[in-house]
């Protein structure tokens, strides 16, 4: 999963930081504090963040609802989340098409695992994907 920070009160204007979590389940110690990122049954995701490295105690719990996964709507004023693991993009892709005589709008809905028209409106969490597959290779162990 990968969740773009931004900063607080700008309405997702301003980045500020850029976080890949895993969605296995497990608690990934940090420094003095954990993260649990769980993607659930309801294809929502749920993100622990424990007061320790074991997770055993929780300072902060979100859950984030499947319909604003790759979405690219501010969550709280100040996330973006995108996932590739069992979620479907909600994005939406246009492209036009110009001829001499006539002029082709084509809306693609964008899932995973398929094939789509692509726009810039699919950058975002195809580079989720791509972040996300090279963390899971880097940290399933």
Known sequence: MLTEM?????NCSTLDSAIVYILDGKCHTYSDFGIQAT???????TVHQ???GTCSET???EEIPSDMINSDECIEDSMKVYSNFGVEANTTTNS????????TNTATNTTA??????STSAVAPTIA???SMIAHTIFAH
């Open 96 to 103: 036009t098409t110009n001829t001499a005589n006539s002029t």
């Open 39 to 45: 993607l659930n049954a309801n294809k929502s995701i």
């Open 129 to 131: 994907i791509l972040v």
């Open 6 to 10: 931004y900063v607080e009160g700008a």
């Open 50 to 52: 424990g007061v320790n």
């Open 59 to 61: 300072d902060n719990s």
């Open 113 to 118: 695992g398929s094939t789509s028209v692509a």
